[in-house]
């Protein structure tokens, strides 16, 4: 299905509509309005407001007293990649630690793999995650970890997205595993200037066993020049230096922020960047969950993200990660789904999605349930029972 520019569609009797625009309804920040209507005009919201007071419009569809909210954003996915990491995890479940090594895994399956295996994977997970609601996904590089293959990834993302992030720096090519100064070189120079042109961001995974403060600032800055915008995979599995380096190159996002000192909480509540928590990480690798609670009462702006990847969190959902947020890392319904819509887009530097409002990007979900809460409340029900991305019906 598809829409016309200037069809016009009310999605009416709506018991609950999650605007993230605060001067709308409950002026709460998710801008609530109860007894709703959504009127959408070819790809763009234009009217929002009151159920009995919406304007005429060609199409009709009765919400049936359920709630909707905007389509979910996610801001940070691995979803070029070949291969299945189910002895790992099954390992892992039976007592064994998580470490950036097994990343080689996948580099290997995605090297052998085919262009049209790697297409064929990337819309599998893409598809899985719309029917889940999310309209708007990131995803990166980082499983080729030569020119050829981090180009290749990056084409193939690009053809299904425009929130591509080049990260040649996952972690040092095996092929470099005696000279990762030579690697650092590779991914700041040839490798660089063949997938920039595909890509937006340019990320950087700062950790113990992948890359120090001093490479990711060498990479990130590379990056910059090439006109590529910073974010930064910090602070997940150990402290480092990736939160505040993140912040004081003003990257879109700090993801992951697990372990993180009074010094990181504060950098981040002063700066623009956004802290990107993925729980499904750490629910897939029996880790620390990150203190959400702590960020938002320091006033950072946080997003919920998937992570999505098949070693260390291999959830399409966002729902789910809504449900563990608000269970274990003290975020409140509310916040949760803010974070996993307009953080999201806050993580993008975008303002035409998460949201519901006039001139927005016509990006909505629709909950077989009467509010948004059941997202938390109902964890690992599928409440999503309708997406419109651009203004299209497509689930
Ligand atoms: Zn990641």
Known sequence: MSSTTGTTTVITNIASLVTNDPSLGDGSPLGLIQDAAVVIEGDRIAWTGDSRKAPATDNRVDAGGRAVIPGFVDSHSHLVFAGDRTQEFNARMSGRGYTAGGIRTTVAATRAASDEDLERNLTHYLHEALRQGTTTFETKSGYGLTVEDEARALRIAAAHTDEVTYLGAHIVSPDYADDPAAYVALVTGEMLDACAPYARWIDVFCEKGAFDGDQARAI???????????????NQLSYGPGVQLAVELDAASADHCTHLTDADVEALANGRTVATLLPG??????????????????????ALSTDCNPGSSFTSSVPFCIALAVRDMGMTPDEAVWSATAGGAAALRRTDIGRLTVGARADLALLDAPSHVHLAYRPGVPLVTGVWRRGAREV
């Open 220 to 234: 990130l800055t590379a990056g910059t020049a090439k006109g590529l915008h910073p974010r930064v995979h910090a």
């Open 281 to 302: 990480a750490e629910f897939s690798t029996r880790a620390e969950w990150p203190d959400a609670r702590r960020l938002l009462d320091a006033g950072v702006t946080v």
